[in-house]
């Protein structure tokens, strides 16, 4: 069962374009939804993170929209640069409890050309 | 870099024998998630320490085993290995409490079971 669906599986961008991520959850208990991204040989890093409480919330070229109603939400990477090829991974958790157990999608391969 | 330390970072193995994980957290965390990322695919929640006992599981055969100690490191066991084990296996270390849940990850220790 798979909690968190993430498309697409991969993508490629042009320099300075803009990519973006989508992300649907089904569990309505999950209020906290972080995105991480990964390199190769590394572990997931924390990129950017939403409540539900808002719809956007943006850090530098980096904006998360999310729509409580369709339970979605989605990453923009605005002029997309070569050093931001990488996995991306959306997650969501039900922060109010005690297990804060993160559920990850599968990913999205970002391949960004110069 | 997260301050997150895992040992291995490679390991091969054959089927049916047991490995140990090692974790150290960031300092002033005093929590331990470890997750399974097989590849292509996102992270999958094993199991989370707190206080040094197991605080929620995910879906995983108890031969996937943990423990934490007083310095809020931590240890993954698996026994009889198979096959489907080949993974990467990431520790992520976290602060209870304050509303917040961000999870920092190691790089990871890659499983190789023959």
């Known amino acids: 069962q798979q909690q968190v669906k993430q498309s697409p599986q991969s993508l490629i961008v042009q320099k300075g374009g803009i990519s973006i991520i989508n992300c649907a959850y089904e569990n309505t208990a999950f209020d906290y939804f972080p995105w991480y991204q990964q390199f190769p040989g590394k572990g997931p890093a924390l990129l950017i993170a939403i409540r539900p409480d808002v719809s956007e919330k943006k850090e530098g070229r980096f904006t998360i929209s999310f729509n409580k109603s369709a339970k979605q939400f989605s990453l923009h990477i605005m002029d997309s640069q070569p050093g931001d090829s990488a996995t991306y991974f959306c997650?969501?958790?039900?922060?109010?409890?005690?297990?804060?157990?993160?559920?990850f999608g599968k990913g999205t391969l970002l391949t960004v050309n110069p | 870099e997260t301050g997150v330390t895992q040992s291995p970072t490679h390991l091969i193995k054959t089927r049916g024998q047991q490995v140990t994980l090692r974790c150290s957290s960031q300092?002033?965390?005093?929590?331990v998630s470890w997750y399974q990322q097989a590849l292509g695919q996102g992270p999958q929640f094993i199991f989370q320490y707190y206080r040094e006992e197991e605080n929620g599981r995910g879906n995983f055969p108890p031969r996937f085993s943990g423990l934490q100690f007083p310095n809020y490191s931590s240890e993954l066991n698996v026994n009889a290995l198979e096959l489907d084990d080949s993974a990467l296996y990431l520790c992520?270390?976290?602060?209870?409490?304050?509303?917040?849940?961000?999870?920092?990850f190691g790089a990871g220790t890659r499983l190789s079971v023959l």
């Open positions: 300092s002033g965390h005093n929590t």
């Open positions: 997650a969501a958790t039900p922060i109010g409890g005690s297990n804060y157990k993160l559920t």
């Open positions: 992520a270390s976290s602060q209870r409490g304050g509303g917040k849940n961000i999870q920092y």
